[in-house]
């Protein structure tokens, strides 16, 4: 068995501004194994779609990567030069986002858009690319595959839109995919149907899905394991089973209290006080201290680091323990 | 029309509880096509039906939560109940008063019942003018109710402030200043200013995080509480309406196809399409239960189907649905339009 598909290390982006740099990613760092779907969860500002743009080299200027490393099967991606990068994109890691039409060129059909992409990447010749692009889309779920490659984007409803995109990104083989709130923009009955689709799809293919959402649902129906975001940082990473009902961190614990479900007791909801720190005034220490019931003096002072709480790693000195009062 | 003129609100409602009522509201758009095309057609004008014969009643105090995927005329409706859009039939009632026919009516009239009945809108950042102070955007219904004088807006403001969990500073800032759940606070805080008796809200916790999200649900039910506040509340999640809602209506391509007590709607969902969208919200809390895989996506509503516009995506549409569009019935005290629920099919 060799090492982990993605090793992210210590990830750090800075946005240089008029009153110095603020930090966006400060230390970021994670595993994907191979054929494994592991889920980035966290409010808006967290930095989980950056922690996606880096790795796959698209960072909005003038955001920059300023530290760490992010290595591919082994190998550095963060620092190879731009046309190397465009070729690991599509090649080795598929992107999905949460418009499908950032994907997709209006002005093209979508089977020229799947041809071109197969013949960048793979060796066919234009009769077997457009077979393979009628396979993807009947994969991804396309009635009549044939007939729709001759029809531009514009002609599909959103949920039609993503399976085209999903194809897109599955075109090429590639060992990663990276799907930043694929369901997002879909009403509720289409991003079952996406999720359902993105879960088997991947497994076919043997892909490996980063997969980035605000959708703790979404998360609990997808993912093995999952990341919680909070102001740049991890505070907890482990299996999705116990980061739900067993979460360690109390960022993670007020998260799922205050998740509105369709079972489970209809008292009032859990609610977390205050809001996300704006990046500019991140406060010190743990920066969830000043909305956490559990905070201390050390908490504003000195900041934790990921260490194993039972079976999640959970970066806070307080953690909760089961069995233990809390 | 004589109802539409009674200049005291509050008469009408001691008829009976119902504040705030639907009777058949419909509203369609006319369609423009190029020339050439309509030439050539020769089918005169089209239109597309956004909402088409929605009844129902909220009686005060309570709230009715509208869910529908985009496209079915949740938020169409809800603009009608307030009077923000023109029915192109039926009536929009609030406090026995026809809405169009009062705002369209003497000022007096109109601007009274202006006071009460406002709404909450999604998007925060839209809703409030970045150019206006804190104080001046919630100070501004009363001032041009002529509720107060301007001397006592700031008392005013600052209760108001203090009722939606805002500080009595933050008169003097500007909305660029707040968060996005701090932003909602001050848009209900707003709509509460003049004491209405009801309150339109479209999808207010939509573009929240989730742990804002809960500040404001609980917010609304603290008011509503304590200020007998009659709801209507727009939105696409479920889980969220599960909270917040007493009754809850169903939309499917511009009509009402369920309408039933929450307890009803979430235990035992009667229309498929209504167990089609409960069997789609992901589960948060990782019970991995086994549901029913969704179909299909919402049909064109410029080309809707025959018969049950439900009917090319449910498991149990026969002949029947396909021809014939089912009526919204009684069925132990929930209103249902199926054909299957209604001939026991289901």
Known sequence: ?326 | MSESRAPAPERAVTAGTVVVEARGLTKSYALRRPLAERLLRRDGPRAIAAVQDVSFAIARGRTLALVGESGCGKTTLARMMVGLETPTGGRACVEGLDVHATLAGPADAARALRRRMQMVFQDPFASLDPRWRIGDIVAEPLLEQGLILPAQAGERVAALLASVGLAGADVHRFPHQFSGGQRQRISIARAIATGPAFLVCDEPTSSLDVSVQAQVLNLLADLQRERALTMLFISHNLAVVRYVADDVGVMYLGRLVELAPRGELFGAPRHPYTRMLLAAVPDARGTRRERAPVQGEVSDPLAPPPGCAFHPRCPHANERCRVERPELRDSGGVRVACHAVEEGRL
């Open chain 1, 1 to 326: 068995m060799t090492g982990p598909l993605l090793e992210v290390r210590e990830l750090r982006v800075d946005f240089p501004t008029r009153h110095g740099a603020l930090r966006a990613l400060d230390g970021v760092s994670f595993d994907i194994a191979a054929g494994e779907i592991l889920g980035i969860v966290g409010e808006s500002g967290a930095g989980k779609s950056l922690t996606g743009a880096a790795i796959i080299g698209l960072l909005e200027p003038p955001g920059r990567v300023s530290g760490g490393q992010v290595l591919l099967e082994g190998q550095r991606i963060d620092d190879l030069p731009r046309e190397a990068m465009r070729l690991v994109r599509g090649r080795r890691i598929g992107a999905i986002f949460q418009d499908p039409l950032t994907s997709l060129n209006p002005l093209h059909t979508i089977g020229h858009q799947l041809v071109e992409t197969l013949r960048t990447h793979l060796p066919l010749d234009a009769a077997r690319a457009r077979e393979r692009a009628v396979e993807l889309l009947r994969q991804a779920g396309l009635p009549a595959p044939e007939a729709r490659l001759a029809q531009y984007p514009h002609e599909f409803s959103g949920g039609m839109r993503q399976r085209v995109v999903i194809a897109l990104a599955l075109a090429a083989e590639p060992r990663l995919i990276i799907a930043d709130e694929p369901t997002t923009a879909l009403d509720v009955a289409v991003q079952a149907q996406i999720i359902r689709l993105l879960r088997g799809v991947t497994q076919a293919h043997g892909a490996s899905v980063m997969l980035i959402t605000h959708d703790m649902g979404v998360i609990a129906e997808t993912c093995d394991r999952v990341a919680v975001m909070y102001a740049g940082r991890i505070v907890e990473i482990g299996p999705v089973d116990e980061v739900i009902h067993r979460p360690a961190h109390p960022y993670t614990a007020g998260l799922m209290a205050a998740v509105p479900t369709l079972d489970g007791e209809l008292a009032r909801l859990a609610q977390i006080a205050g809001a996300l720190p704006d990046l500019d005034a991140i406060p010190p220490g743990c920066a969830f201290h000043p909305r956490c019931p559990k905070a201390s003096p050390r908490c504003t002072e000195e900041r934790p680091e990921l260490a194993l709480v039972q079976r999640t790693r959970a970066a806070c000195w307080w953690p909760i323990v089961e069995g233990m009062p809390g």
